[in-house]
């Protein structure tokens, strides 16, 4: 998948999309440890970003294990280093994850509201607790990556996609030593109040230097 990273850079896919990243808390992702990336969803611009961050120590995403043989995005996916999983056996999703991110060391980027959020309300949906038991089973920390909010300047379905700035935050690791499965619900919820706060706060200084621009 670093390749793909390269090429995205090296096009400079972000002055093409006038989507310009600001980054910040990127030495979070320099440890060479395994850890779970979470990260908020709002459209599929958000590829962008991941392409942006990926750890120089490797990181890969998950899709069911039919996506293999998707023809040419099912070639990409496995060069990409993705990890297949076998969705009819949802007791065994979190020990299939787990056992290919300790086997390479890996980091692996995830996105706890498990479908793109709607609307432009600075608000995030409800996470989903797949990767956090995954955090706590290998017993590796979460990091947090914040995407400010863009929703109000990209719209597909009204054909809206004005150039914006963009805050990305990688706050520092949570460790996830100790918990156990009977601690994975608050621990996603702590994990998100900590998000949505820092999507909100990025999200109203960007709105408030727009304000000042205009």
């Known amino acids: 998948m670093q390749h793909f990273a390269y090429w995205t850079k090296k096009l400079r896919t972000e002055d093409i999309f006038g989507?310009?990243?600001?980054?910040?808390?990127?030495e979070h992702l320099e440890d060479a440890e395994p850890a779970v990336l979470v990260c908020n969803h709002q459209s599929a611009l958000d590829q962008i970003v991941m392409m942006d961050l990926l750890p120089k120590h490797g990181c890969c995403m998950t899709a069911k294990k039919s996506l293999m043989y998707a023809g040419t995005f099912g070639i990409?996916?496995?060069?990409?280093?993705?990890?297949?999983?076998d969705r009819s056996k949802r007791t065994r999703l979190t020990d299939q994850i787990v056992s290919v991110v300790m086997e390479k060391k890996t980091k692996v980027w995830l996105y706890p509201e498990g479908t793109r959020s709607s609307g432009?309300?600075?608000?995030?949906?409800p996470f989903k607790k797949g990767a956090f038991h995954i955090a706590i089973t290998a017993q590796i920390p979460v990091i947090p990556v914040v995407v400010s909010n863009y929703k109000d300047c990209y719209n597909p379905k009204k054909y809206k996609f004005d150039?914006?700035?963009v805050s990305v935050t990688v706050l520092p690791p949570i460790p996830t030593k100790?918990?156990?499965?009977d601690d994975v619900s608050d621990f996603a919820e702590k994990v998100r109040n900590i998000m949505l706060t820092t999507y909100k706060d990025t999200s109203r200084v960007l709105e408030e230097d727009s304000k000042n621009k205009s």
């Open 178 to 181: 100790g918990l156990t499965s």
């Open 163 to 165: 150039p914006i700035d």
């Open 76 to 85: 990409a996916a496995v060069l990409c280093g993705t990890i297949f999983v």
């Open 120 to 125: 432009t309300g600075l608000d995030m949906l």
């Open 19 to 26: 989507f310009h990243l600001n980054v910040k808390g990127r």
